[in-house]
């Protein structure tokens, strides 16, 4: 009887080798062989886009909320009416504005970056005394306005080249009631730029454009250049619209110094004129320090001052007026100092 079990227990073991033998050859086989890395296709044959910005660029807003305010300064030789050349010099206490600005980006991907974006710019005029003429009263009691719409496509064509396509339209006017809108308050704008970028530090383009910024319709070249020379110095670049030269504390402190030339025509109705409405052309150039800062996350805080230089005042009696016989008056503005701050959310 203790032979059979013997027996038995000999079995039992040898039938446990023999099927741990099977799995113990299976884990040992060397795997490393078994991919065939050519069937993955050659990474040399994918076609590379190049990007948007340049390293330590300032940051792109996607949201923005600001407030501006200009010192005090003179509004000479005011027309008094259309039926009269006499004219009178007004007093501006200040010029208040509210700011605002939405780019939403639609399709952004490394072949394309489409952005929807809506504008809004605000300014009242506070005239000391605002009595006389109808001008006067009209833009101490009223804002004014210009809000829009703009679509901006960045087209990346290949490792070193793109294209940059800008459109805006834009109602401007002092308005008293909604009913006021009409398509003579309508500016229209737009640039084309053809551009290259040599490196992760330099783009450069070139191209033209449609433009109301100095109060006029013009329509001039475009030099495009964002820069980064190293970890602190670079230069943004639009001209004639823009340009700045741009320090970087840190990745979350920027400082930079330059211009912008902004403005609009502006609508108004104005009774007693020659056709019962004006055509404000407002252009300022604003030379200036700005200092953006990052507060947290995505949210960034942006402030600057700097002098509110007079570029055209020029109120016209005919859309888009050139003419000098167009002219209601002109008016040589005073330069005050300005200040603006704003709040930003901020893309990656």
């Not at 490394?110 to 952005?115: K, R």
């Not at 070193?160 to 805006?168: D, G, V």
């Amino acid at each position: 009887m203790l032979e059979l079990l013997n027996v038995s227990f000999m079995q039992r073991i040898l039938i446990a080798i023999l099927l741990v033998i099977p799995f113990s050859s299976i884990a040992q086989i060397d795997t490393t062989e078994t991919f065939d890395y050519t069937q993955f296709g050659d990474a040399e044959g994918v076609k590379r886009f190049c990007s948007q910005k340049v390293l330590n660029q300032s940051p792109q807003r996607v949201i923005s909320l600001g407030y501006e305010y200009q010192g005090e300064f003179h509004m000479p030789d005011v027309r008094l009416s259309y039926m009269l050349p006499a004219q009178r010099d007004l007093h501006i206490n200040k010029v208040t504005a509210v700011r605002a600005q939405v780019n939403i980006p639609v399709i952004s991907n490394n072949q394309i970056i489409w952005q929807l974006g809506a504008n809004y710019w605000g300014s009242r005029f506070a005239v000391h005394d605002p009595s006389t003429p109808s001008f006067a009263q009209k833009i101490n009691t009223h804002s004014m306005v210009s809000a829009g719409l703009n679509s901006t496509i960045f087209k990346p064509l290949n490792e070193k080249n793109f294209l940059i396509l800008q459109a805006s339209a834009d109602m401007n006017g002092i308005f008293e009631k909604f009913g006021d809108l009409n398509s003579k308050a309508l500016t229209v704008s737009g640039t084309a730029i053809y551009g290259w970028k040599t490196s992760e530090k330099n783009m450069i383009g070139t191209g033209i454009a449609r433009t109301y910024r100095a109060g006029q319709l013009i329509h001039v070249p475009v030099l495009f250049w964002n820069k980064t020379f190293n970890d602190h110095w670079g230069i943004e670049l639009l001209l004639p619209a823009r340009g700045h030269v741009r320090y970087n504390f840190s990745t979350s402190s920027i400082l930079q110094a330059g211009f912008e030339l902004e403005g609009n025509q502006f609508w108004m109705s104005l009774p007693g004129t020659m056709n019962g409405n004006v055509f404000v052309q407002r252009g300022e150039l604003k030379p200036r320090i700005m200092w953006d800062k990052k507060i947290n996350g995505f949210i960034w805080f942006n402030a600057h001052v700097g002098l509110r230089s007079n570029w055209r005042f020029d109120v016209m009696n005919e859309y888009n007026a050139k003419k000098e016989s167009m002219r209601y008056f002109s008016s040589n503005l005073g330069n005050p100092m300005y200040f603006s701050f704003s709040l930003q959310f901020v893309t990656p």
